[in-house]
């Protein structure tokens, strides 16, 4: 029987960051499952990334549905090798204003829905001699940002799972590692700062590169710590940011 090529979960696939990750995986033949809310973009993101683009329509806050959902992408598409938790919500508010709820519904999405899942499957990658596990931060865990508290919470929050999740799976043959990306050019960045120029500057002046990235910069980077250049890595958060958490 044909060895089928290595499968990968990417949350948030349909767009932005987590788009780029999964064309760079396809690219490399990893069969890739693309996790997201908005069925008409995974469609999209299908049509162009081709057959080893598998969409799968799910919100992954509805936590009492992750182990059915891990069960049916096991079941329907064999071992999962490779786990991008890229999925996350932020908002922009300043700190008197933001409520329980707000601050509740974001950790909901960018820790505890990340916590699940990754459970979920470690439980599978345990029994198949491992894997590796990539989760996405942010520069808001690197330095303080303003008006972005709830986010901010939340991948620090990422940062210190990644460290103790690597030490407790990776004698076990699983690796977990991060990635930081700094300002990214995406619709959703774009439309933040080309609103915000004072913002846009303070950007531009501490990125020593002088440049934002681009996505696919990220999914460079997540195809090197998905894979066997990396196997000595683990617990490791990789700023990908043009120098902008050491600029001055």
Request: contains cysteine; positive net charge.
């Amino acid at each position: 029987m044909e060895q089928r090529s290595k499968l990968a979960i990417v949350t948030g696939g349909g767009s932005g960051i987590g788009l780029a990750i999964a064309a760079k995986f396809v690219q490399a033949n990893i069969r890739t499952v693309i996790i997201g809310r908005d069925e008409k973009k995974l469609r999209a993101a299908q049509q162009q990334l081709g057959t080893l683009c598998i969409p799968v329509s799910a919100d992954l806050a509805q936590l009492n549905n992750l182990p059915a959902l891990v069960q049916q992408i096991v079941t329907g598409h064999g071992p999962v090798n490779i786990l991008v938790n890229n999925a996350g919500i932020n908002m922009k508010k300043i700190f008197t204003e933001v409520t329980d709820e707000e601050f509740q519904r974001i950790l909901l999405t960018n820790v505890t829905s990340v916590f699940a899942l990754s459970r979920e499957v470690v439980k599978h990658m345990l029994g198949n001699g491992g894997g590796a596990i990539i989760n996405i931060s942010s520069m808001a865990a690197q330095y303080g940002i303003p008006k972005v508290i709830a986010y901010t919470a939340s991948k620090s929050a990422i940062e210190g799972m990644t460290q103790a999740m690597a030490v407790e799976l990776s004698p076990q043959g699983i690796r977990v590692n991060c990635i930081a990306p700094g300002f990214i050019a995406t619709d959703m960045s774009a439309k933040a700062l080309n609103n915000d120029p004072e913002r846009k500057q303070k950007v531009m002046m501490r990125t020593p590169m002088g440049v934002l990235g681009t996505p696919a910069d990220i999914g460079d980077a997540a195809l090197f710590l998905a894979g066997d250049a990396s196997r000595y890595i683990t617990g490791v958060v990789l700023p990908v940011d043009g120098g902008n958490s050491i600029g001055f």
